[in-house]
């Protein structure tokens, strides 16, 4: 068996085998050696079968959508929309026919003319929130390559403020909470960034590290929280989640937002769950959580690990 980076007994929790969507993802990003691509592949194939992938699942109707037919965005945070982003985080692929067709529902009720997403389901010019969450969500479900996708980057490219930051309202600052392009960027592969992309990615990373990740305005307690489902809200873990990929995990302005989450582990190596956005929850709120501890782990073993491209 490969051996385990950082504390083992904690490793042991997140690959035990009643959830295999967490032993799937603990198997490829904090093993090392990481397993074989046939080992991963079979973890993949039961993430769908039992746990909280099950769970969500067992919920969508007609094998295409979740709450609603006439809208994947709406209720938040239980509709299509959200329910596929989870799936995608979980390790899901457009391999299952049920996300293949829950994507093709939501880009035929959402994709507008502009390239990006709105959750209006009518002629409307595209939402930056939506439009980030979702090509995150397309890249990891394997539609990277997609022209929908790349329409969808370009948009996300032109919307960028002059401070390398964005903003869901009409502004001309960007804001720590707009968080989902350089998610999006930091789920596309290195070798496939265009060089818009790593242009972007580069003023981005700036706008975040001059701000320690946290520090913008009054301070705001959310911020130092974490949670999950993350989906359009921000805290210090997705901020570290995507700085880190990009790698800028070496980098001094990013120990702030790392003292933090190092003081939030628990004497025991756990990381618990301090709330969730909405009804659509994995893991009880206040508890030891395998996806924070799972995240927490997996920025903590980037560091030092330059990605940047």
């Known amino acids: 068996m490969a051996s385990l980076r950082g504390d083992h007994a904690v490793l042991r929790w997140l690959l035990e085998p009643a959830e295999p969507a967490m032993r799937y993802l603990a198997s490829r990003d904090l093993l090392a050696p990481r397993p074989s691509a046939s080992d991963l592949g079979e973890l993949r194939s039961e993430v769908s079968h039992d746990g909280w992938a099950a769970a969500i699942l067992s919920r969508q109707r007609e094998g295409a959508w979740w709450e609603r037919k006439d809208t994947a965005y709406w209720p938040k945070v239980n ?18 026919a049920r ?7 939501i880009l035929r009720i959402h994709l507008e003319k502009d390239g990006g997403f709105s959750p209006f389901g009518d002629p409307k010019p595209g939402h930056f929130c939506s439009t980030g969450i979702l090509v995150r969500t397309l890249v990891q479900l394997g539609y990277v390559d997609d022209p929908r996708t790349g329409r969808a ?10 401070d390398g930051g964005w903003d ?5 600052v960007g804001t720590l909470d707009a968080w989902e392009a350089v998610a999006a960027f930091a789920a596309v592969p290195a070798s496939q960034r265009s060089r818009d992309v790593r242009e972007s990615i580069a003023r981005a990373a700036e706008f975040y590290l001059d701000r320690r990740l946290l520090r913008e305005g009054a301070p705001y307690p959310r911020w130092s929280q974490l949670h999950y489902p993350w989906h359009y809200w921000y805290d210090v873990l997705v901020g570290l989640d995507a ?26 190596g756990r990381w618990k769950l301090d709330g969730t956005n909405g009804n659509l929850r994995l893991e009880p709120q ?11 782990m997996r920025v903590l073993g980037r560091l030092n690990r330059p990605t940047r491209s």
């Open 79 to 96: 509709g299509t929309f959200w329910s596929v982003a989870v799936l995608a985080d979980l390790g899901l692929t457009r391999d299952d």
């Open 99 to 105: 996300i293949a067709n829950a994507v093709e529902h």
């Open 153 to 162: 980057i370009d948009w996300l490219l032109a919307a960028q403020l002059e």
């Open 168 to 172: 869901c309202r009409p502004t001309r």
């Open 243 to 268: 700085l880190s990929a990009l790698g800028y995990g070496s980098d001094p302005r990013m120990e702030t937002a790392l003292a933090l989450l190092r003081s939030k582990r628990t004497p025991d």
């Open 286 to 296: 206040g508890k030891p959580s395998k996806m924070i501890t799972f995240l927490a």
